[in-house]
């Protein structure tokens, strides 16, 4: 469900996950991740975790692109992998590391990813979450890197109340655009988030919006 209002923007969505056969099939190394990106773009990631003491993901990714009208654009079909090069899980502290691509099976054209993130608790009442995403592209038909993507969040929350102050900024095409935007988070129950954040976007206008996400798993 998706509301706009006179000053910002209410989104409310609702997510369930089915964990039944699904379940036995990542517990056996096996990956089935369907995704909705917009109102007219899917895609699926198949794939299989191999069985390699440095822990790897490999697969294919199919897609589909419609118009606004429904007619069928775009059914891309792409590689992709990822391999995790850091994960610590100790008391008080988790890091992880990964590094993706995912490269057009017709054109060569890929992206180069490196993920960091991290979880610690900051003090007795505060804990700190950071995370870090820089994206290389290379265009297959040009045969020559193209670009430069980088973001990152930092999220610090109140244990107690489970309120989150969340600050986020990203640049893409090699720092030629930039946007940034500050959040405030707050927990209802176990499944109920409200947040509403300021954005300012690549056109360096401020946004205010307000949403609303739901989750129930089983």
Known sequence: MFLKTKHGVLVATVAIGLSSGLGHAQEKGLIWAPAKNSDTSYTARIGAKLPTETPIRAGLEMGMNASDGGALLDTPVKFWGTVTLLSSNLPGAKVAGDIGVLMNALTGSSAWTMTTSQKRIATSELDFESNRNVTVRYDG??????GLDVSQ????TRSATGTAFVLTGASRDTFDDFTSKVGLEQKLGKNLTVSGNLDQGYQDRFRPSVSARYNIRW
């Open 153 to 156: 969040s930092l999220r610090l």
């Open 141 to 146: 038909t040009a045969q020559q890197w193209s």
